[in-house]
């Protein structure tokens, strides 16, 4: 049966009432949740930014639900902080927790004051921090020069059973490069000849794990509600996946917005938007259709409470 879960947005809402979503989620049939990590939003208005990893271990604690992150080594965190990070949750709650290493935005990496690598030189580190962070995880005492340095680094607190470790991809290239470096592959909603060229390209590179997919969508009483929704929250992140890496503060995400004046259809291309349950329950099966095997739902709004009211009594159900 396939996974439907929720996803929390760190970016969009505070943690403590993220918390309550998560646990409200789980009562209404979602079967797990996931989460972002994130230092700055992508915009004023969305306005928050818990940290990730300290409110994974309160989510985890209080649910029963399996959870993941996606995250970035190599800058904010160096690769031996999240080995030891992941391998603790993983040690605590065995079974139930994910990492997905991801090449970075600018947004979240900035404060380091590193340069900041074209795609290539991002993809590079992450190459050599996906193998630092499985070589820890294996109770290895690890020595690294390279995109990154790392000095007999060891993880004492080995988990007894290692921690999933998922590539966050939104190209063929990428899943194909690293697919045979991780244990599964995640995406976000495109459209599905896209989608299935990902999957292709992560099939062809070696990768044997799991397909997720992370879905944005609007849901409100009315359409146009739906669309106010997305547009207010979500039209700073519309855009092509190096403009989104490239930017250093939320305000370049608002001036980037302001001048390409982002229309309904360029919006519909990021998020699903509609106030038809049903029509969310049919554009999730096409996923499905495609090989995903678990998809996190993303509502853009602000307010979860009642999404997670109506998707979990006329969608899961639709789903099961």
């Known amino acids: 049966m396939a996974t439907i879960g929720f996803h929390a947005s760190h970016e969009q809402i505070g943690p ?9 989620a789980e009562a209404a049939g979602f079967t797990a949740a ?3 990590d994130h230092l700055e939003p992508w915009s004023h208005r969305q306005g928050h ?3 990730a990893w300290s409110w994974l271990g309160a989510a985890l604690a209080s649910t029963s639900l399996p959870l993941g992150v996606v995250t970035v080594p190599g800058y904010r965190y160096d690769p031996t902080v999240l080995a030891q990070a992941s391998a603790t949750l993983a040690e605590m709650f065995p079974g139930r927790f994910w990492f997905a290493p991801g090449s970075g935005e600018l947004l979240n990496e900035h404060v380091t004051g590193e340069p900041w690598p074209d795609k290539e030189g991002r993809q590079r580190r992450l190459g ?10 294996a109770g290895e005492r690890v020595t690294h020069h390279g995109e990154i340095t790392v000095d007999r680094a060891r993880v004492w607190e080995v988990p007894t059973r290692r921690p999933e ?3 966050p991809a939104l190209s063929p290239q990428t899943a194909r ?4 470096q991780v244990d599964g592959l995640i995406t976000v909603n495109q459209p599905l000849e896209d989608l299935r060229g990902m999957l292709e390209a992560y099939r062809a590179g070696g ?10 969508l609007s849901w409100a009483e009315t359409e146009d509600e739906a669309y106010a929704l997305a547009h207010d929250q979500w039209r700073t992140n519309v855009f092509d996946s190096l403009t989104l890496s490239a930017f250093a503060l939320p305000e370049d995400y608002e001036r980037k917005a302001e001048e390409d004046g982002v229309d309904r259809e360029q919006l519909a291309g990021s998020v699903n938007i509609s106030a038809d349950p049903d029509q969310h329950a049919q554009w999730l099966r096409e996923y ?3 090989g995903f095997e678990e998809i996190y739902l993303h509502h853009v709004g602000q307010e979860q409470g009642r999404f997670i009211e109506v998707f979990g009594e006329r969608v899961l159900p639709q789903l099961a």
């Open 177 to 180: 490069r690293f697919a045979g």
């Open 165 to 167: 470790m998922i590539l």
């Open 288 to 290: 499905l259709d495609l």
């Open 128 to 137: 050599e921090c996906l193998d630092v962070i499985r070589r820890l995880h």
């Open 16 to 24: 403590a009432d993220l918390l309550r979503h998560v646990q409200q």
């Open 207 to 216: 990768g044997t794990g799991k397909a997720v997919l992370q879905v944005h």
């Open 34 to 36: 996931m989460c972002s």
């Open 49 to 51: 930014s818990g940290h």
